[in-house]
Nanobody, 121 residues
Framework: QVQLVESGGGLVQAGGSLRLSCAASGTIFGISWMSWYRQTPGKQRELVATIYTSDGSTNYADSVKGRFTISRDNAQNTVDLQMSGLKPEDTAVYYC??????????????WGQGTQVTVSP
């Protein structure tokens, strides 16, 4: 059973930093990309950042460029999101996302359960 488990959310003051981590577990034969999304009540889930396994390239939402950094440990199948200069508008539930090949030899998109990030003014 392949799953993603996030950790590291919490409450922080504006201007502060938080680091989110996500670990993929189970029988995994490949990971194409790993991403972080976020969602606030009543809004669509928003892509925050993606990192690609093939070349380590990354992309970011304009709203977080220069403040957030996504990184991976390919050997451990983990992805982190270092968040700095946090703003109240960054408050959301953050979800880990990955496109992975499991023991079925099929590629699927997987989601974590989400972790709350709250930034106080």
């Amino acid at each position: 059973q392949v799953q993603l488990v996030e950790s590291g959310g919490g409450l922080v003051q504006a201007g502060g930093s938080l680091r989110l981590s996500c670990a993929a577990s189970g029988t995994i034969f490949g990971i194409s990309w790993m991403s972080w999304y976020r969602q606030t009540p009543g809004k669509q889930r928003e892509l925050v950042a993606t990192i690609y396994t093939s070349d380590g390239s990354t992309n970011y939402a304009d709203s977080v460029k220069g403040r957030f950094t996504i990184s991976r440990d390919n050997a451990q199948n983990t992805v982190d999101l270092q968040m700095s200069g946090l703003k109240p508008e960054d408050t959301a539930v953050y979800y880990c996302n990955a496109y992975m090949k499991s023991f079925t030899q099929r590629w699927h998109e997987y989601w974590g359960q989400g972790t709350q990030v709250t930034v106080s003014p």
